[in-house]
């Protein structure tokens, strides 16, 4: 993971969100802080893929293997972007 | 004992500077420490196919709110024992042990060496009407320096819920395409099963698809009658999903989707089938993002934090649809038709986010729910609308367990009764 730039992580969330939220999510510092965790919680399941499978893609075509499940940033935590941008860095590993 | 008494008195002085020393070591030591717990949760396993949902076991600060890379293990380590770990799976008061193919250290931090999370490969597919529980062993994963674990604070229970969303998701992208016999009551009969399941996962321009096919018939093969059919029940369902976007602050995501069955008695003479497409879009746009920010700046804002970046709203979600209900009988006072045309609207507003409460040590939110729905009944010529509009207060932080309070306005006719509702409800959910 770790050649992954958290600057490329946090624009791929924030990309991947931007379609579903009633914000702009910025891949800044501020962006960052925004509380998702009701976004996860309140979409259809077949959102909530779209929403893993671009997050997903997106570190594959960047040369990487993420196992980061979609339930796994779905639930249970009290989840900012920056927790899921931590989340995706920590299940990435980079050849 | 003149000579002495001095002497002494200096030795008990620097004793008791010695102890309140170490005290204060100690002190700042125990200070300085933070108190992490483990968690575990549901992920996948990489680069396994067919995918499987693997175990995740991470360090979590006290709030559970943060993983963190602490786990301390020899530079170049990324696997562990397998011994080190057990995965207990338990129904109805039986408990058994589930193997472990694969130990993964993954996530380490390149500056400090520490890893944030294990993951635990299972021999055995996971199921929903079992519960999970993970042992770690003593000192299986040694803490880095500047952490304390709190063992009190483990969950090392699977979250029921979360483990049934990655297994809704696994099964939606495990292609399948396969025949399986399940016997029946005698020699020759039983449940023949045609299974067909595709999944394209979206990546750059390619869109999201996603089929699934079953056929399902009771065979009997040795049946006197000759009637080697009892009954047969085909489903089929499909969806796409795409992206849109025409500028920054108007795009969204949207399916389509086709969801249908038909089921056939043995003489193929009483043929029911249902049928229906469906439209969902969340559509992004300046009005609610508008309303989302002014409100939220209004009633949430905490010093330097703008109340709109405490929540990032859902944008409203558009849905419409058409259904078909072929032979499917239907009372008198249910007054409705074979057809129907539905279109909705769907909508969380956040009112007020992380605000107290009398007589709560928590915080909580206020949401506004909007869920307006038009459903116009081709064959009876009839609108009716099943609209629904919610102010709902919850515990911020609480899981599922938490307090929470809703007033609601529901109106119009909902299934499967279809008896006319015009009401205000109200509501008090509290664990104890």
Not at chain 1, 7 to 20: E, G, K, L
Not at chain 2, 187 to 206: E, I, K, M, N, V
Not at chain 2, 341 to 361: C, E, H, Q, S, Y
Not at chain 2, 389 to 409: C, M, N, P, V, W
Request: charged content about 25%; glycine content about 6%; some cysteine.
């Amino acid at each position: 993971m770790s050649e992954l730039d958290r600057q490329v992580a946090r624009q791929i969330v924030c990309d991947a969100f931007n379609h579903f939220t009633d914000i702009d999510l910025e891949p800044t510092a501020e962006g960052e802080s925004v509380v998702i965790q009701k976004t996860l919680q309140g979409l259809d399941i077949k959102f909530l893929i779209a929403i893993h499978d671009q997050i997903v893609s997106a570190v594959k075509e960047a040369g990487c293997d993420s196992s980061l499940g979609v339930s796994g940033f779905a639930t249970a935590r009290y989840k900012t972007v920056k927790s899921v941008v931590n989340d995706l860095i920590a299940s990435t590993n980079c050849p | 004992m003149k000579l002495f008494a001095p002497r002494l008195s200096i030795s008990i002085k620097r004793g008791l500077y010695f102890v309140v020393a170490v005290l204060c070591v100690a002190t700042r030591t125990l200070a300085a420490t933070t108190p992490v717990h483990l968690e575990v949760h549901i992920g996948d396993a990489v680069n396994s196919k067919p995918p499987v949902a693997s175990f995740r076991i991470v360090y979590c600060d006290s709030d559970g709110d943060t993983q963190l890379d602490t786990i301390a293990l020899p530079k170049g380590q990324t696997t562990l024992d397998a011994s080190l770990f057990r995965i207990l799976a338990t129904k109805k008061d039986q408990t058994e042990e589930v193997g472990i193919t694969a130990v993964r250290i993954s996530g380490i931090n390149p500056k400090t060496g520490y890893a944030s999370e294990v993951d635990l490969t299972p021999k055995a597919t996971l199921k929903t009407d079992f519960t999970y529980r993970v042992e770690v062993g003593e000192a299986a994963l040694p803490l880095a320096p500047g952490f304390s674990h709190d063992a009190k604070k483990d969950a090392l229970e699977v979250n029921a819920k979360e483990l049934s969303s990655e297994l809704d998701y696994l099964h939606m992208r495990t292609l399948q395409n396969k025949v399986s016999f399940k016997e029946g009551e005698h020699l020759g009969a039983g449940s023949l099963l045609y299974t067909y399941r595709f999944y394209q996962p979206s990546a750059g321009d390619t869109r999201m698809r996603f089929v699934e096919a079953t056929v399902k018939a009771d065979v009997d093969f040795v049946s006197k009658d000759k009637s080697y059919f009892n009954s047969i029940v085909g489903q089929l369902s499909a969806l796409e999903l795409q992206t849109w976007k025409v500028s920054r602050s108007f795009q969204g995501a949207y399916y389509i989707g086709f969801d249908g069955s038909i089921e056939s008695d043995k003489d193929f003479e009483t043929i029911d089938g249902t049928g229906g497409v469906v439209f969902k879009a969340h559509v992004k746009n300046p009005i609610t993002t508008f309303l989302h920010d002014k409100i939220l700046d209004v009633t949430s804002t905490q010093g330097d934090t703008a109340g709109h970046l405490l929540d990032a709203g859902i944008a409203p979600l558009f849905t419409l649809g058409y259904d078909y209900l072929g032979h499917i009988k239907h009372s008198s006072d249910t007054n409705s038709g074979h057809q129907r045309a539905k279109g909705g609207f769907t909508w969380d507003l956040p009112v007020a986010r992380n605000f107290r409460l009398p007589l709560f040590d928590s915080t909580f939110d206020a949401d506004v729910l909007i869920d307006l729905e038009a459903i116009y009944d081709t064959d009876m010529r009839v609108f009716r609308d099943n609209s629904k509009i919610t102010f709902d207060t919850h515990q911020r932080k609480a899981k599922e367990d938490g307090f929470a309070f809703t007033l609601s306005y529901e109106h119009g006719k909902a299934t499967p009764t279809f008896k006319n509702v015009d009401a205000v409800l109200a509501g008090i959910k509290a664990a104890f």
